[in-house]
């Protein structure tokens, strides 16, 4: 079992940056591609980035890439997201998820979620 905290929402300006951490506990990433997704109000979850266990292989969706970029420390068993040039269609509940395996596009591929992040872009 994995557990995951997200951290590091809030409300920034269109225009801005945030920076989103996931911290897991419990049995620790080892082994696990982690993916970010996030879900704005009315809409589907949808795929933001994913990285590999060893954090050598990076997957976006092709309208965040370049302007998010995913990393991760194993030592500290955390994932990151950075955003910048954030826009009002970018506010959405952030969610971090892990799975054993090939990083996967689909959210039903992930047995492990926190509990997700707000992200308010002001227009």
């Known amino acids: 079992q994995v557990q995951l905290v997200e951290s590091g929402g809030g409300l920034v300006q269109a225009g801005g940056s945030l920076k989103l951490s996931c911290a897991a506990s419990?049995?620790?990433?080892?082994?696990?591609?982690v993916g970010w997704f996030r879900q704005a109000p009315g809409k589907e979850r949808e795929f933001v980035a994913a990285?590999?266990?060893?954090?050598?292989?990076?997957y976006y969706d092709d309208s965040k890439r370049g302007r998010f970029t995913i990393s991760r420390d194993n030592a500290k068993n955390t994932v990151y997201l950075q955003m910048n040039s954030l826009k009002f269609e970018d506010t959405a509940v952030y969610y971090c998820?892990?799975?054993?395996?090939?990083?996967?596009?689909?959210?039903?591929?992930?047995?492990?979620w926190g509990q997700g992040t707000q992200v308010t872009v002001s227009s």
């Open positions: 419990g049995r620790t990433f080892s082994g696990n591609v």
């Open positions: 990285i590999s266990w060893s954090g050598g292989t990076a």
């Open positions: 998820a892990a799975r054993l395996g090939p990083a996967d596009y689909s959210s039903t591929r992930y047995p492990y």
